[in-house]
């Protein structure tokens, strides 16, 4: 998947499907049972789909105001749901999932005992937030933030505090949780105040497009843009001239590309910013930066036979055209980017992770990069997220699915759905070992522990 400022890229085998940021509210299904009916929250109201090239038609979704609160209904394995019994306005109780009229419902395998499966339609979950009994979901079409005790969720969008329905980051900060959008900069939510409050250009902010945040040991704030990264003094937001601003030129190529889309705190305080163009360390008011000349990613040819995306970014986008040249790889046609890195994390050891557009997985030990890839049990080399387990293992989310990073190798899960989308864009851990995966069109919950996700037979070591 490719970001743009016009909408989401998912390059397939057959096209490009344009996921174009609109409103509109979500259809969240649990999986879990079949029920023998359903009751209706509220009378829906259907949002006009957002075009698309793929996939054809789709279950519209349905509304769930700001205010109202509402349970997850059940997907159904097999066959449509049974007639819905209308709920006066307001009142609580399921929202059934809407299809179009006319249209059949595919037949659903049951999930698996140790999972909840939850369908939110034509949308990404692009970020996850777990906040004691809540969790909050951030997709394409606005934020959900479900009680998970109570089965009861509400959601949030442009109509309701946000100034996008495109979500990318989600975090908790104090009392606070923020938002980071797609073309709405920053939104702050205050639980107690039941309020928003937004910042944006006119604040400071390099770009309306906020991909991740940071706030340091030391109290500092850093917004990744797509226009270079800020950086707030003491995390005073509301002093505009505490705010800074990096980009290419006044770092002198520091920072290798002005498309920033991760941040992280190394162990001794420096910081990781990912880009488009390498990745870079903040360390004592100085830049240094790596690219795949330095050892990011792997060289094409190592992993050509193995690229599933064949769609070229570059023929849809001028950013992503400019940057193949820049960066020497104007004869490759296909989806690979060893120095876009669309994921960071660093481990317990204070080593590097960077998942890459194309050229697999990266690791920096402070010395030299090594990089893993399908032939090394990876289960796909474009990698969408990483994150640090409660245990200090490395989780991956890739174009293929989801593995673990042990120390010694990988243990792959089941690519083909178990989880329920083959794209994990999204990872997340509760206090009880739970873990929430976040994809296209479906978030799945393992309630119990991390060690419930079973995987597939096959260990991949290093």
Partial sequence: MVMTKGGWFVATGVGVLVAAVGTGAFLLGRSSAPVPAVEQARAPSVQPEAKRDLPPRHPPAQQSGPESAGSLAPLFPSGPPAPRRQAAPGSAGNLAPLFPSGSPVAPRAAAPSNVVQFDIGQRNVKALLIDGDETWVGTSGGVVRYFTKRDKYVSYDNK???????????????????????GGGLSIFDPARDTWRNYNIPNGMADAFVYDVLKTRNGDVWIATWSGANRVLGGRMDNIRDWAL????????????????????????????????????????????????????????????????????????????????????????????????????????GAVWAGTWGGGLSRFDGRQWTTFTM?????????????????GKIWIGTSRGLTVYDGKGFKRFDATGEHGSREVFAIA??????????????????????????????????
């Fill in 160 to 182: 309701s505090g946000l100034l996008s329905n495109g979500v990318f980051y989600l975090g908790r900060f104090g009392s606070e949780v923020w938002v980071g959008t797609y």
């Fill in 246 to 349: 990096y980009t290419v030129e006044n770092t002198k190529g520091g920072l290798p590309n002005d498309w920033v889309y991760g941040l992280a705190e190394g162990k001794n305080g420096e910081i990781w910013v990912a880009t488009e163009g390498g990745v870079a360390r903040f360390v004592d008011e100085k830049w240094t930066r790596w690219t795949h000349a330095q050892g990011l990613g792997a060289p094409f040819d190592l992993v050509e036979k193995d690229i599933e995306y064949t769609s070229d970014p570059s023929k849809v986008s001028g950013h992503h055209a400019r940057q193949k040249i820049e960066m020497g790889l104007q004869n490759i046609n296909v989806a690979y980017n060893p120095n876009y890195v669309v994921s960071m994390v660093v481990d317990d050891s």
């Fill in 375 to 391: 032939r090394d049990g990876l289960p796909g080399n474009h990698v969408f997220s990483l994150e640090k387990g409660p245990d």
């Fill in 429 to 462: 851990f509760g206090a009880d070992k739970a873990i929430w995966i976040g994809g296209f069109g479906r978030l799945s919950w393992y309630p119990h522990t991390v060690g419930s996700v079973v995987p597939s037979p096959a260990t991949h070591p290093r």
